[in-house]
């Protein structure tokens, strides 16, 4: 008598966003940069209720007061004071607010702008393609705080001009990933396929080509934040950024230029605030580089 047949397991179904959740966890720096862009967006999206004091507030008996820990610190103000009596940590926090909205700012004018271009440049190819790419190396040839300076200097000093000044520098980066990765997907067959069903260029790009384009993307994205927030950190300091009396990283820092011999917190905690947040998004960067990317999926 033959033995009764059974049937085979069910096969449980695929979970990406488990998978994809398993290969960034094992990246330990990834997930120590994920907790801290949380806790950094977390402070900015709280800055009103988690400061101790507004950032403007100015104290006049409080001027150049050391940290709590220090001789002459108050807990009142746990980071110190600057030289005109403002909380140093009340600053860093709605600074935080500040430099990330100028990072996430000149990231997204840059991946919609940079994408449209590098796809239209991979898809349809022939001379706009030679002449985007001749313009993007030419922006790339340049150094890009140099470049930054010198756009900045012909708008004029100012939040939105370095925005815009930043968006220039960092755009050649999406262009270029996006029409590699145009490159390589339009000859796949699921391409060939719709184009011989009669879908059109618009189809063909936006709804065929482009979503499987967006994994180095996000990974250039995640990275790009942190390039933007150094950036604008460096205009502010040079005064071509945000102006006073903004509780912008890099204005900070310029502020303080003339304390660093005598007060070392009004330019130690800025500095830090920016090392800290641009690490943490370059470990993020990576993680997501790792998980996303199935040649270097562990």
């Known amino acids: 008598m033959s033995p009764i047949a059974t049937a085979p397991p069910d096969t449980p179904p695929a979970r990406p966003l488990r998978e994809f959740w398993d290969d960034f966890s094992a990246n330990r720096g990834a997930l120590i940069g994920l907790v801290i862009v949380l806790l950094v967006l977390l402070a900015a999206l709280l800055a009103p209720v988690v400061s101790p004091h507004p950032p403007d507030l100015t104290n006049k008996d409080m001027f150049l007061k050391p940290p709590f820990w220090q001789a002459g610190g108050s807990i009142h103000y746990p980071l110190g004071t600057d030289a005109i009596g403002r909380d140093i940590l009340s600053r860093l926090i709605h600074g935080a607010r500040l430099s990330l909205s100028i990072g996430i700012a000149v990231v997204a004018l840059s991946v919609v702008l940079g994408t449209a271009l590098g796809l239209a440049a991979g898809y349809f190819r022939g001379l706009f ?16 705080l140099l470049l930054a300076i010198v756009i900045v200097a012909i708008l004029g000093p100012g939040l939105m001009n370095a925005m815009l000044a930043v968006s220039v520098v960092v755009l050649p980066h999406y262009v270029r990933i996006t029409r590699a990765a145009v490159l390589a997907e339009a000859s796949r067959d699921y391409v060939t396929a719709a184009r011989m069903s009669g879908a059109g260029h618009l189809r063909l790009m936006f709804k065929e080509i482009l979503p499987n384009c967006l994994a180095p ?3 250039q994205a995640s990275l790009g934040i942190s390039t933007a927030i150094l950036d604008a950190a460096a205009l502010g300091f040079l005064g071509l950024g ?3 009396p903004a509780s912008e990283w ?3 820092l310029a502020d303080a230029r003339e304390f660093v011999m005598r007060a070392w917190w009004v330019v130690t905690f800025p500095g830090l605030a920016i090392l800290v947040t ?3 998004f370059n470990l993020l960067g990576d993680g997501l580089r790792d998980a996303l990317d199935p040649k270097l999926k562990r």
């Not at 393609?129 to 890009?144: F, G, K, N, W, Y």
């Open 129 to 144: 393609e030679v002449a985007l790419l001749r313009l993007m190396d030419i922006i790339l040839t340049l150094p890009s």
């Open 217 to 219: 993307l996000i990974v």
């Open 242 to 244: 945000a102006q006073p």
């Open 250 to 252: 890099g204005t900070m």
């Open 278 to 280: 641009v690490l943490a």
